[in-house]
């Protein structure tokens, strides 16, 4: 084999290679300055395409934004959990991950969003932070217009 064949070989070699790992690289968003200012982290699905039957690996519970309305900053978790139930994810004291679904509006469609509810040292809700912009905006649908 020449140089210029094996270079091209090679190259062909590592973009297949890297092509047949494609789909179990979970997809690594940026964070929305505005639904999400302090850049709290959300942890990504990665599976295989196989993997992924309905239904899909984040299903989230069906809730109405006013349920949120409950959730602000001095709740506590009993009181969180009333109103959401458990989390999907706990990150030990510090936080829990939501992962629900808002109906679309004018649409049959829902989308799934990700919430995150954080706690101060006191135990009680510092803040809540949504991953999504969209999200945020469904939260809260008279604030948007």
Do not use: H
């Amino acid at each position: 084999m020449n140089k210029v064949t094996r270079a091209a070989a090679s190259a062909s070699l590592l973009a297949f290679l890297f092509a047949g790992a494609a789909p179990v690289m979970a997809q690594s968003n940026p964070v929305d300055p505005v639904s999400n200012p302090k850049a709290l982290n959300y942890d990504d699905v990665g599976v295989l395409p196989k993997e992924m039957n309905p239904p899909f690996v984040r299903r989230g519970q069906v809730i109405e934004p006013s349920q949120l309305d409950r959730i602000k900053p001095g709740v506590t978790r009993e009181a969180v959990r009333a109103a959401l139930g458990d989390p999907v994810r706990s990150n030990g004291s510090a936080s829990w991950d939501y992962d629900v679904q808002f109906k679309m509006p004018e649409s049959e469609n829902y989308l799934v969003c990700q919430y995150k509810i954080v706690f101060g040292a006191d135990e009680l809700v510092s803040e809540t932070v949504w991953r999504r912009r969209q999200c945020m905006e469904l939260a809260q649908p008279t604030a948007v217009g």
